[in-house]
């Protein structure tokens, strides 16, 4: 079955550090790979994507890109800020299907002035 | 557009009561998740439901949990009896089901504590 695998957390970095968050999947053929966002006290949100491999997904100054031969798909950001502090989710879902997402267990990240 | 709605966004009950969320997906949606989330479990997907019908709800976790979408504008979530074990955050999400890598839209959810 898919499955997703993220870094374990709590982030704890410093205002401007560079992040990398980890992610990996296991999935049959060619899902599609997303990391949600959950800001304190609201629901998910997409913060970006990528459908086939080699595509890069960016928003708000993340970036994350679909490696098949690694089957990755890690998100990294070059300057932080404080409003990023929140739980970054990995996820994943097959094409074709009902578009039913995996996520991974989620990884809360505190950035600190 | 006013996103995915769920109410009551709270609810605290006596344990044995039936509670019931409730859902408005995203107008012209065509796929609607149940999730609930919890620190020990983390977010785990309950059922889904495409074109008003459920199509895989062995994230359900016992009898005592049913869903319903009467159309394509609502939806509910039914415990009954609650226990103290379903306290979580319960949210609904809703996506278009088109080829390949479609966002779902998370409500803001609902909070459920069973006393």
């Known amino acids: 079955g898919n499955s997703v695998t993220q870094m374990e957390g709590p982030v704890t970095l410093s205002e401007e550090a560079f992040l990398t968050i980890n992610c990996t999947y296991t999935?049959?053929?060619?899902?599609?790979l997303f990391w949600y966002v959950q800001y304190p006290g609201e629901g998910l949100q997409l913060l970006l994507k990528?459908?086939?491999?080699?595509d890069k997904g960016s928003n708000k100054g993340f970036e994350a890109t679909y490696r098949k031969e690694t089957t990755s798909f890690h998100l990294e950001k070059g300057s932080v800020q404080v409003s990023d502090s929140a739980v970054y989710f990995c996820?994943?879902?097959?094409?074709?299907?009902?578009?039913?997402?995996?996520f991974g267990t989620g990884t809360r990240l505190t950035i600190i002035p | 557009d006013a996103g995915v709605i769920q109410s009551p966004r709270h609810e605290v009950t006596e344990m044995g009561q039936e509670v019931t969320l409730r859902c408005k997906p995203i107008s012209g949606h065509n796929s609607l998740f149940w999730y609930r989330q919890t620190m020990m479990r983390g977010l785990e997907l309950l059922i889904y439901?495409?074109?008003?019908?459920?199509?895989?709800d062995s994230g359900m976790p016992e009898d005592r949990f049913s869903a319903k979408m009467p159309n394509a504008s609502f939806s509910t979530l039914k415990i009954q009896p609650s226990e103290p074990r379903d306290s979580a955050v319960y949210f609904c999400?809703?996506?278009?089901?088109?080829?390949?890598?479609?966002?779902?839209?998370f409500g803001p959810g609902t909070r459920l504590t069973v006393l």
């Open positions: 999400a809703s996506s278009l089901r088109l080829a390949g890598g479609n966002e779902q839209f």
């Open positions: 999935a049959t053929g060619y899902p599609s």
């Open positions: 439901f495409n074109n008003n019908v459920p199509i895989d």
């Open positions: 996820a994943l879902s097959e094409k074709g299907g009902y578009e039913k997402l995996t």
């Open positions: 990528a459908t086939k491999a080699d």
